[in-house]
């Protein structure tokens, strides 16, 4: 077992719940332990008030409301995978900066898609949106599948000289489900030469790949869209589309980013983020 841990946010929404058992099973795949966090969402100026004073504020509601999130969440854990090693931990502060933050030196942080709780903030435009484009760790966010979901997973190759981490996580991915692999290289323009060398280019990092993962049947598709719309028509069918995220000089790279987020806000089912290195 690997003492890196998966870390799920936890809302105390019907989506959170999902989320908290697929990260669950992720952690039974992997060999890991389970971290479930979650944190109130404070109003500005209000702080948590001093313990044993007797009296009901709408910050004790909001601590309680965490505390059930966090029980319903472990409960959903052991149901899912009753041999898991889980743990849960109330984290301080904003949500979207807390539940990222929790993820460091974690194996992975999954959120979910949105959220209905009572915290506010756990919606996809704050933690889930934050957490993709700002946590150390790769992130899932998770979506609930579809009813067509294939056993595939989906990794997009904005460059196969800087696609590794990503190439890499989604290979994991593949062996662990023993589900098959699709490359997608998707460009805009109408250039047949660009589109074979970026093809045969795709080719070679993916024979580098298939060494390692010899059990993995791997493909490669290179196609003519806008890489935003393909990889979100992708996720319909798709267990997990993986993304790389490239940062240069501390900024996230804007064509990436962008991507990013259509597949984010568009797509139908959940989507990895993974750390690349800087661009």
Not at 46 to 54: E, K, L, Q
Not at 118 to 140: D, E, H, I, K, N
Not at 233 to 245: E, I, K, Q, T
């Amino acid at each position: 077992m690997t003492t890196k841990p998966i870390v799920v946010g936890t809302d105390g929404s019907a989506q959170a719940r999902r989320a908290v058992e697929w990260a669950a099973r992720e952690a039974v795949l992997r060999g890991a332990p389970l971290r479930i966090v979650s944190a109130a969402e404070m109003p500005p100026r209000m702080s948590a008030p001093p313990p044993d004073t007797g009296v009901a504020t709408v910050a004790t509601h909001l601590i309680g409301d965490r505390d059930l999130a966090l029980a319903a969440g472990a409960s959903a854990a052991i149901a899912t995978a009753p041999d898991l090693l889980i743990d849960t931990d109330a984290v301080d502060g904003p949500p979207a900066q807390a539940v990222t933050d929790s993820g460091s030196g974690a194996l992975l942080l999954v959120v979910g898609s949105d959220g209905h709780g009572s915290f506010a903030a756990m919606t996809l435009g704050s933690v889930s949106r934050y957490a993709a484009l700002q946590a150390s760790c790769p992130v899932v966010v998770f979506r609930d599948a579809t009813a067509a979901a294939d056993r595939l997973i989906v990794v997009g190759i904005r460059s196969p000289q800087d696609c590794g981490p990503a190439l890499a996580f989604a290979f994991e991915e593949a062996r662990l489900r023993k589900a098959p692999l699709m490359a997608v290289h998707a460009w805009q323009f109408p250039d047949s030469r660009a589109a074979e060398a970026a093809a045969g280019r795709l080719d070679e990092v993916l024979n580098d790949c298939r060494g390692g993962y010899p059990d993995v049947d791997a493909s490669r598709d290179v196609v003519h869209g806008h890489p935003g719309k393909v990889l979100a028509d992708l996720s319909a069918r798709a267990d997990l589309v993986v993304l790389g995220r490239q940062r240069a000089n501390d900024r996230l790279v804007p064509g990436p980013a962008r991507v990013i987020h259509a597949v984010l806000s568009h797509g139908q089912g959940s989507v990895a983020i993974v750390p690349q290195q800087s661009a």
